[in-house]
């Protein structure tokens, strides 16, 4: 019986040899372990903790990044260190548990002032880029707006240039039809003044004065039928006249246009010559004029510039300049004798 009140007396005393420490060690906190941040004067302290480090110095390190990460987090700041903070370590508590892990508490301290001073400049960039993201918006749907107003005058001189072609093509159609109909009349024409030459040959008179009556009648009938085949033929030619000068004035309209069209094509072939590297594109437009389209990479925020033209012989060809993210000049393409790539 002795021995086992002396049993039961070892292990209440080894459990609370084993209880104690850890409630003493909890009891000698400092009172800032239980808080993530607070202000002191013009400071702003902040606590970071690492639980169950191998090492002190393991703990510290982690313990020293945790209290950062709070930091940003109060300051809603991504990297305070770039952004001139000093970071002062104000003191550190550790503690060790009973299977040997360590707890490391390190409290910081940066100054209150500096911090929101901070902050304003972040603010202050933030508003920034978002009047810079705006404009940037602006500007797209401007080119946008100027892409889509060239594409529709292109396709306004397209529709004029195939009405043109059509009326050409069906004039051509309607010519060959009243040629054909004008042959045809002139045949019945000639025809026509055969038949009477033949019939006055047959009915000329031994007599003057007995067979001129009948002859002048025969005459007189058979020239009332000839003159308006001699009419229709009149008009018709006069219709075909009419109509081969505006077909003839289409085609001068139409080389008129490629030709004004060849020339835009070879100012802008000669132009393009003149483009460098590096160039902007308020210099790249003083150079070449507006472009017909625009395009923008958002992803790579990258954009260029096309010149389509057509020479003299309706062949179209496109001269492509590209910009960088800087909206420099960085490839050009489709120029005759030069070219570049990134």
């Known amino acids: 019986m002795k021995v086992f009140i002396f049993l039961l007396w070892m292990v209440l005393t080894v459990q609370s040899f084993s209880i104690g420490p850890c409630w003493a060690e909890t009891n000698k906190r400092p009172f800032w372990t239980k808080q993530s941040s607070f202000v002191e004067g013009e400071d702003l302290l902040v606590v970071g903790i690492a639980l169950h480090a191998e090492t002190v110095e393991e703990g510290r390190k982690r313990a020293f990044e945790n209290a950062k990460v709070e930091l940003m987090n109060f300051a809603q700041v991504t990297d305070v260190e770039a952004k001139g903070l000093v970071i002062e370590t104000q003191t550190t508590f550790e503690e060790t548990n009973p299977i040997g892990m360590i707890t490391v508490y390190q409290l910081l301290r940066v100054p209150a002032k500096k911090l929101v001073e901070i902050q304003g400049h972040v603010q202050e960039h933030t508003r920034l880029q978002g009047q810079a993201f705006d404009k940037s918006q602006r500007d797209l ?42 042959e045809h009349a002139h045949t019945e024409v000639e025809q026509l003044l055969q038949q009477l030459s033949a019939k006055v040959k047959d009915t000329q008179p031994t007599s003057t004065s007995f067979a001129s009556p009948a002859m002048n009648y025969n005459f007189t009938k058979k020239k009332s039928i000839a003159e308006p085949l001699l009419r229709r033929f009149k008009d018709t030619e006069n219709t075909l006249d009419a109509q081969a000068a505006q077909l003839k004035d289409l085609s001068k309209r139409a080389k008129v246009r490629l030709a004004e069209e060849d020339e835009l094509a ?77």
Do not use: H
């Open 266 to 342: 070879r100012a802008l072939e000669k132009k393009c010559k003149y483009l460098v590297r590096g160039m902007t594109r308020e210099e790249v437009g003083q150079i070449m004029s507006e472009p017909s389209e625009q395009y923008l990479d958002i992803p790579s925020k990258t954009s260029s510039s096309k010149y389509r033209y057509m020479n003299k012989r309706g062949a179209t060809g496109i001269i492509s300049v590209g910009f960088a993210y800087n909206e420099l000049v960085d490839s050009l393409d489709g120029c005759p004798g030069k070219s570049f790539r990134p």
């Open 141 to 182: 749907q401007l080119v946008q707006q100027a892409v889509v107003s060239r594409y529709q005058r292109l396709e306004e001189q397209n529709r004029q240039i195939q009405e043109t072609l059509d009326s050409m093509s069906r004039l051509q159609e309607s010519l060959r039809e009243k040629a054909l109909r004008f």
